[in-house]
């Protein structure tokens, strides 16, 4: 028997957190059927410029990495802009790196600013306000934070009246690192919503995909938003818009400012409940709640909320600029046009000091702080199908599948980035047409395994000058046999370093088979370079792939009936696994292919054909031997999965069939080998395989348009 696996531990049950987005068809009054979304003329039109850049002069601000300040980007002003503009419009323009900065906090410690320089700031402030004309109308009433016409005082006004109205109780709580957690693949989708330009989409990812500058060291943005961007705040509210309607769809009265909350209840049982839903409801969103400050209290036991404390029924100001402000605050409502302009400011800066939240920390600056053992948020959500004769449909926002009347799984779409099934089963159409809708790619393939056969996806408009490229380079083999051959020399030098790595502490006879292996693998290298056309190269590559999988042979138990390397069907259970593994990798790649905006079925070493993923196929070849091989040793030599877990069957058309629970391990150990950790040997920085991935990604796209000479594959070690 087979199985269904996800990527993580999904919650099964339980309210679920719903946005009150209209789906688009529907007659739901909303702006955006009005019009087609933000486009990148619009960010680029010359006024929306000159006008981000007053906003970006009027917050004057520290320099970025480049050292230039507000003041000298105003010398030469437009032409600056136009530059900048020529630069967007082309695809050449790149985000420079983010100069990292400590600012001490009053309360003690520091907060990490993570700064753009002004050419950057200008272009995200231009970008927020293309954006936020979309953004901002949808959001929920719960929030109070960065938008306009609403403060701090907003927020205790508000919670000032739900106390009048009985609500003694209340869950005082924050999300735990929530600018550093926030889900860059949600995030992205729940951005399409509001503009369907790749153009702009791509400059939304260049700003999440930051490079950082910590006194020279760089690192690679890894998961949550960049602190000091203009576009972040009002990214951070768009995330936590399905949060702020789903606790309202339950009937919780929920204030926010960014990510500092209470929930007012009628009484302590409320309370309890609300935060159990509130903790759902985020790990809908790949956040939880920060234990440390999370409690339910009463205005008459006291709690603190943006620099107020409220007790025994009085409030008292924990700062002198709240101690201002007070007077100013109505019940019900806010009086903030007699405010004094500082008071406002000092209280802001006061209230965001204590929810730790003005703006959000870019995650890559503390990747090094993680725990050990803690892993970041996958780069990709997957949801793996392996049962034969199961049906997957929809129920509400979520993906169940059955097979009988057993539910055999219950996953909320909204963690999901990715469904990969490789079993005979039925699909409904009213989940296809869902997973369409919210771009999670679907990836079929043989019951036995190995690649995709088809990939359902719906992306958005291609970006023709990035397809103009690919094709070019895939179609003439001056381009395209050089990333060819590079990709291949990566191939092999890993599956050296896995085979060194394993057959270290083997029997004689053993390293003997491993360094006949290695000598194969360095002898196709020196061969590469020699080879005039794509042909050659995989003839060489196949030779050495011949040894690979004999020393492999050598390196795992007799008794699992290996040979080689046989694909359809795969006939034992090493065969079975590397194929799975493989269709596991494939999947992976091809979702990273649609996200960069290339078209995976054309390739510069695979040949495209009907019904293949040419491309996806290439640049899975530097990670077959770390990832697949080196999983399938490990869960076969240490006994995690053994000859007991097969079903054999000569007469069927998959011989040798994995079984329900040694998929699941299966799946658990690529899953673990995918979110692993190490220091990327050209970035200096720490991220996962799944990261090193799109980074090759994002390597190619740079070959292809001409920016750098050649293509670099990922050696390890």
Known sequence: MDTIETARSLDGGGPQCRSEWPTPGTDAEDPR????GATLDEVLDERNLLDAWERVRANRGAPGCDGEEVEQFAQGLLGRLHTLQAEVADG????????????????GGQRLLAI????????????????????????????????????????????????????????????????????????????RRFSADPGLLALVGQVLAAVLDDDGERRLMTR????????????????????????????????????????????????????????RALRELHLELNPAKTRIA???????????????????????????????????????????????????????????????????????ETPAGQRSAPLLQSVYVGEPGSVLRLDGERLLVSRGRELLASVPLGQVDQLAVSANVLVSSALLRHCAHRRINVHLSDPG????????????????????????????????LPIARAILEGKLHNAKAVLRRFGRREAPEVRAVVDEAVAAADHAIARLALCANAAALRGHEGTAARAHFQALAALLPPALGFGGRRRRPPPDPVNVLLSFGYSVLHANMASLLRLAGLNAHLGVLHAAAPGTLALASDLIEE?????????????????????GDFDFDDASETPCRLRREGRQRFVRALECKLESRFVHPRLKAPTDMRRAMQQQVRELVLVMQGRVPRYLPLKFR
């Open 298 to 368: 009463s205005f008459v036991s006291g709690f603190d909320f943006l620099g107020v404390r409220f007790k025994d029924g009085a409030l008292h100001p924990l700062t002198a600029g709240m101690a201002a402000l007070l007077p100013h605050l109505g019940h019900g409502e806010l009086a903030r046009a007699g405010a004094p302009d500082g008071a406002l400011a000092e209280a802001d800066e006061a209230s965001s000091e204590q929810a730790e939240a003005e703006l959000p920390l870019a995650a890559g600056v503390l990747v090094d």
């Open 224 to 279: 949550g938003v960049p602190q000091g961007s203009p576009l972040s705040p009002l990214l951070a509210n768009l995330y936590l818009h399905p949060f702020d309607v789903g606790m309202r769809a339950q009937g919780f009265q929920l204030i926010r400012y960014a990510d500092d909350l209470v929930l007012a209840c009628l009484d302590a049982d409320e309370a309890a409940r609300a935060q159990d839903a509130a903790a």
């Open 623 to 643: 990670f077959r031997a770390p990832v697949v091989d080196a999983v399938v040793l490990t869960v076969l030599r240490e006994g995690q999965i053994g000859i």
């Open 116 to 191: 753009p320089g002004v050419r950057d700031r200008v272009l995200q402030a231009a970008m927020a306000h293309a954006l936020g004309r979309r953004i901002e109308p949808t959001l929920d009433e719960a929030s109070h934070a960065y938008r306009p016409g609403r403060s701090v005082l907003g927020a205790l006004a508000a919670l000032l009246a739900l106390r009048d109205q009985g609500r003694s109780t209340v869950l005082k709580a924050d999300v735990a690192s929530f600018f550093d957690r926030i889900h860059q693949p949600t995030l992205l989708a729940q951005l």
């Open 449 to 480: 395994g190995g690649e995709a056969v088809a990939s359902l996806d719906r992306g958005g408009w291609p970006e023709m000058a990035l397809l103009d490229a690919q094709r070019r380079a895939c179609g003439s083999p001056a381009a395209g």
């Open 92 to 107: 050449r323009y790149v985000a420079r790196p983010l100069r990292v900065v400590a600012l001490p906090k009053p309360s």
């Open 33 to 36: 059927q009005r019009d087609a």
